[in-house]
């Protein structure tokens, strides 16, 4: 996993790791496809609450926000 990438790309990559598609993984927070497509586009950002559900589920949310492994 490469630092230069931004959030959004991070957010993805640890989706798919984990196996989540993007409705999945949205209706975890209790946001639409259409939001998880604009984190991963980087046009909005999810937050905190977001953050602390999915890290629940196993996304490394220190990596997804900072970029650091």
């Not at 980087?42 to 220190?62: C, S």
């Amino acid at each position: 996993m490469n630092q230069k990438t931004g959030i959004g790309e991070r957010l993805k990559e640890e989706r798919e790791r984990l196996g989540f598609s993007q409705p999945a993984f949205a209706a975890m927070t209790e946001a639409s496809k259409s939001s998880q497509a604009s984190w991963e586009k980087e046009t909005a950002y999810p937050n905190a609450k977001a953050l602390a559900v999915w890290a629940r589920v196993g996304v490394d949310v220190g990596y997804v926000v900072t970029g650091a492994q």
